[in-house]
């Protein structure tokens, strides 16, 4: 028992040690991008700056979220990446704070853009296309035809071939649901829906999922960003990249500083570098395939051509607001995910 | 006599007393940026700047005025410190100044909060505050402990559980400790269902969220889907049912049989307890999947189409039945192993056929046991996490539903309050039945009278089947483990199935430098903070659950029962449920502690103490009282005895306790994933975060690389503990060649 004693107040001491060791500036990031490119902005603006970075990387879902949630004492200083609606979202909340970078002059327009819909609480870091990605081996071997457009995803032949994320808790989903009423208005858009439900052969939780399910096999369709599914197919897995005829949302990945941060200096500094070509090329090292924010950042050959793909007009003040939001999800819920399929 | 005994506890209470001053006057009264552990507030501004200021300061600076009340009830036991402990003044002062002063602490803990007055009718009452306060620190914890044991020696004083102030101060530290960490946030839970968005209380809602059709529909009958209320039973009683099946197959295999490798058996039972969660889900995907190795298979060997069968009911059945299996098996064993040989032999000599002796005597005898597997499957199952998130498919149940709602884009905390009541609802249910099943019969065959014997064999027609079942389990289970190794060394499954060691690489990896090691792996944060956080967990759970359970054994008080049922309540509560009461209740002041160590470490405690208390409980039953009555009769106080006669003989206990809360604390996920933040990130959310990231081989080869960490720690902890033999007794074991 003493031993044991003994040993646990050696390892507090040490846990004291080290902690109280590094007192140097630090700043809580909250990051919605893929683990290995939140690691590597970690770093990197570590080595950057020399502030000591707190990374949790956590959906844009569960991030808005705990912001919410911490919205009376808040934790965390600044939100980095996870598609733009969230980040709407929280502006609309007053959860972020209003900033203007000096970097903005730097920025494509649809960047810009995305910031003054939201006052200047948010602004765009990267943006890809919606579309989706198929197993070429399993398609193969189901003798399917290959989609190449929205509605051919609604031929019986797909049926139990198609996967896309539940709209209720991934932003990816949320996004196809609105750039379907977009794309088709809202009755045919929801008609849609309820077609594709019947191919669908599971809603997953995360917006990603449906690809990588592709990608191991499980799956033979998945609805996703094209940028996730051109990762999967440059990590060796045989997936095919669809940009729909008809044309096709997107999402603007953004940043925002967190209202009442309590490192709100450090906030700003990261900020800013974020917005720079330097940090924003860091992407590639980590196959992340979005369209970089800044004008002199590189792009990826593997990358979606954005120029090559029908992009619709997306609304992201109307289909970002919460209320319509939720009067769109209620509707999904009601009318489409109670069909039997 | 008298003069020592007053003297020693008048030590006490001095104690007691300079606990709280320096807590009123030393310490930070509020919590300090930067944790526990961080002494960054001695150098910056301390004493004076208001965030690291003792109470004493605050007051004199003119704040928090609401504070000086509690100096009041710290200096009245000053007076008392000169009369004898008999003196009703003493006991009274102490009742008086304890009760009030912490009493008036929560008070203002939960009436002032982070925007000034927490309550309207305050507000309506006093005007405006225009001032506010954050959450506890050392300061307040210290002066509340010190008030809290004020009050308690004061009704030991009166002569309570005969004057016993140890004893008297553990039931009040354990009744508090359990109130704030178990009751407090289930009661804001329940609340948290009546609340509408803009913050009223209303039933409407809870109604409206309560009977939703995601939640009690009944689709599946007609080709939809059915509610998650429904699919959680529906799983959790065929979980329940089937792996008390199996465990019973496995217990009967090793102690009724002539089969020869029992002790690989056993072996093979430890595994699953020290997996983490949704390990095996991942091993069935890559064996049962689509493209799973024994999917192709049997596709190309029958020309079959392969189908997703595997997500959905059947994949999380299999996986459930696959990991819980083991825990039936050791809650049975005992039972089957207690049953006494002798009542078998006199069945027999009666004429009894092995048949009629096993269905009519050992059967029976073995209900309680059942029972306790069943309801532990059952609760298991309910609280699971991992395998649903990994194989659901499109059957919903109850606790990722929880997850989903609080973390999903409609964030709603109503609803995953309502979901968590209907969860936790199941669960007390299932525990009621059990204890009406069982009734009052007496299943004591061990009576301390000599039953040396040998249990009979099973009958043959029972005993080849179960073999078969047994062996059938065990080799599944083999194999799912060697997949688990073998999906650590390959490239990208079903890709490129080349062998390598990179994911142990990129979880695992050190550079040497010139300041040292350096920890550059993916890993290795979330893998000491999960270390560090175990290891101080564990020994507070063993302390905590034995300290309980010699007050449940050895004392008697008015309430015990419900001070037993209090106890035992967290280990009915589902890990989810734990996580988002946990949430509501510790984000906000009076105790903030989310996003901090300290919330892991008390989430574990409260969830792992019960097994703590049930070890105990088993142990300190089979000391005999004298042992603590003649340690009394020679002039130790009950304190001593506790120290120095029981707690040695109490080792096989705590290292049960010591080993079971830390295992648990390295795999459990369930409430952990709710309470992880930047800084302190556990194994099982990492490791859920990459499998998220269709990152496979470096979430296995982390699994794999923490199955081995846990069998070295539990040797370690054997070693450290020690095995002894308690009494004159060797434990009878049936190993030993009939």
């Given at each position: 028992m003493k031993k044991i004693t003994s040993t646990a107040v050696g390892s507090l001491i040490a846990i004291a040690a080290s902690v109280s060791a590094a007192q140097a500036d630090k700043l809580t990031l909250y990051c919605s991008a893929q683990e290995d490119w939140c690691q590597l902005m970690a770093r990197s603006f570590e080595d950057a700056t020399g502030i000591d970075v707190n990374m949790t990387r956590k959906s844009s879902g569960e991030t808005f979220a705990q912001i919410r949630a911490e919205s009376s004492n808040p934790k965390g200083d600044v939100w980095w990446g996870g598609t733009g609606d969230p980040h709407l979202q929280a502006a609309e909340e007053g959860l972020t704070m209003e900033y203007m970078s000096p970097m903005r002059d730097q920025l494509h327009d649809w960047a810009i853009s995305q910031a003054e819909s939201a006052g200047n609480r948010t602004i765009g870091i990267y943006s890809g296309a919606l579309g989706y990605g198929y197993n070429a081996d399993l398609l193969a071997a189901n003798n399917l035809p290959e989609p190449a457009c929205w509605k051919d995803l609604l031929k019986p032949e797909y049926k139990g071939h198609v996967q896309m994320a539940n709209p209720n808790s991934s932003g990816t989903a949320y996004t196809t649901l609105a750039s379907m009423v977009q794309i088709f208005g809202e009755d045919e858009g929801f008609e849609f829906m309820k077609g594709l439900h019947s191919n669908i052969n599971q809603y997953t939780k995360s917006g990603s999922a449906p690809i990588k399910a592709a990608g191991r096999g499980e799956n033979t369709i998945g609805i996703v960003f094209m940028h996730d599914a051109v990762k999967q197919a440059v990590s060796g897995f045989p997936i095919k990249v669809v940009a729909p005829c008809e044309g096709t949302g997107y999402e603007i990945g953004s940043m925002s500083i967190i209202e009442g941060a309590r490192n709100e200096e450090e906030a700003k500094k990261f900020y800013d570098w974020a917005l720079s070509p330097e940090a924003q090329n860091l992407a590639l090292q980590v196959n992340a395939f979005q369209v970089p924010s800044n004008k002199s950042a590189e792009t990826s050959d593997s990358a979606p051509d954005m120029s090559q793909i029908k992009l619709i007009d997306y609304d992201f003040k109307k289909y970002g607001s919460s209320d319509e939001r939720k009067r769109l999800l209620q509707k999904w819920d009601e009318e489409v995910s109670t069909l039997p399929q | 006599m008298t003069d020592r005994t007053s003297k020693t506890t008048h030590q006490v209470l001095i104690f007691w007393i300079i606990a709280g001053w320096v807590g009123f006057f030393l310490l930070p009264w509020y919590m300090v940026d930067g944790g526990l552990w961080s002494f960054e507030w001695l150098f910056d501004g301390y004493p004076f700047d208001e965030d690291y200021a003792p109470a004493a300061f605050l007051i004199a600076q003119g704040e928090k005025l609401w504070l000086a009340p509690l100096l009041i009830a710290l200096t009245l036991p000053l007076l008392v410190l000169k009369r004898a402990k008999s003196d009703p003044l003493y006991a009274r002062v102490l009742i008086l100044s304890g009760a009030l002063g912490f009493g008036w602490l929560i008070a203002q803990g939960f009436g002032i909060g982070i925007r000034g007055f927490n309550f309207n009718w305050l507000e309506a009452y006093f005007g405006e505050l225009g001032d506010r306060q954050f959450g506890m620190g050392y300061g307040a914890m210290i002066c509340a402990s010190s008030l809290l044991f004020l009050l308690t020696q004061g009704i030991a004083a009166r002569g309570a559980i005969n004057g016993d102030v140890f004893v008297v101060s553990a039931i009040g530290g354990v009744i508090t400790i359990v109130t704030v960490f178990v009751f407090f946030p289930i009661a804001k839970m329940l609340f948290a269902a009546f609340v509408t968005e803009d913050g009223a209380y209303s039933i409407a809602v809870f109604f409206s969220k309560f009977f939703d059709a995601r939640l009690w529909g009944l689709g599946c009958f007609f080709g939809a889907r059915c509610g998650a209320a429904w699919n959680s039973l529906f799983l959790a009683i065929l979980v329940g049912f089937v792996t008390t099946v199996l465990g019973l197959c496995f217990a009967l295999v090793v102690t009724r049989s002539g089969f020869r490798y029992k002790r690989v058996l056993r072996a093979l039972t430890v595994l699953p307890i020290i997996t983490p969660p949704f390990v095996i889900g991942l091993a069935l995907i890559l064996l049962f999947g689509l493209s799973g190795s024994v999917t192709r298979f049997v596709a190309e060997l029958f020309g079959m189409q392969p189908t997703r069968w595997l997500y959905g009911m059947p994949g999380i059945f299999i996986a459930q039945a696959l990991a819980f299996t083991p825990i039936a098996f050791l809650v049975l064993i005992g039972v089957v192993e207690g049953v006494s040989p002798s009542m078998e032999e006199a069945a027999q000599t009666l004429r009894a056929s092995r048949w009629q002796t096993f269905r009519t005597v050992s059967l029976p005898l073995m209900r309680p046991g059942l029972a306790n597997a069943f309801l532990l499957g059952f609760i298991e199952s309910m609280a699971d996490f991992g395998n649903p998130l990994v194989l659901g498919g499109n059957f919903d149940v109850l606790s990722t539903e929880i997850f989903f709602a609080i973390v999903g884009a409609q964030y709603d905390q109503g609803r995953a309050a309502v979901l968590a009541m209907v969860l936790l609802f199941f669960t007390l249910s299932a525990f009621y039945a059990q204890r009406v099943w069982l009734g009052k019969k007496s299943y004591t065959t061990?009576?301390?009278?000599g039953d040396a014997g040998v249990h009979p064999l099973m009958p043959t027609g029972l005993s080849v089947p179960v073999l078969v079942i047994a062996l059938g389990w065990a080799v599944f289970t083999i194999i799912v483990y060697a997949m688990i190794i073998y999906g650590s060394v390959v490239e990208l499954w079903g890709v490129n199935n080349s062998l390598t060691l990179k994911h142990y690489v990129t979880a695992f990896s050190v550079r040497f430098e010139e300041e040292g090691i350096r920890w550059t792996g993916a890993a290795w944060d979330s893998f000491w903070t999960t270390i560090t956080i175990a290891a101080i967990a564990a020994p507070l759970t063993a302390a905590v659950g034995l300290v309980t359970a010699y007050l449940l054994t050895r004392q008697n008080f008015a309430g015990k029962n419900a001070f037993e049922f209090g106890t035992m309540l967290s280990f009915a509560i589902p890990g989810t449920v734990i996580g988002v009461s946990y949430i509501l209740a510790f984000n906000v002041p009076p105790i903030e502690i989310t996003g901090t160590g300290v919330i892991l470490v008390v989430s574990f405690i409260f969830r792992n103490m019960p097994v703590g208390v049930r070890a105990g409980i088993a142990s300190m039953s089979q000391l005999d009282r004298s042992l603590d009555e003649s340690s009394l009769t020679l002039g130790a106080n009950s304190w001593q005895t506790f120290r120095r006669i029981i707690l040695p003989l109490l080792r096989p206990a705590i290292l049960a306790a010591l080993v079971y809360s830390f295992v648990r604390a390295m795999t459990a996920i369930s409430a952990v994933i709710f309470l992880v933040s930047a800084e302190y990130d556990m194994a099982t959310s990492y490791i859920i975060g990459r499998v998220e990231n269709n990152d496979y081989g470096l979430a296995i080869a982390y699994s794999t690389t923490l199955i081995f960490v846990m069998l070295a720690a539990v040797g370690l902890l054997q070693i450290l503990v020690g095995r002894v033999q308690i009494g004159r007794r060797t434990q009878s074991t049936t190993e030993t060649p009939s």
């Open positions: - | 061990v009576t301390g009278k």
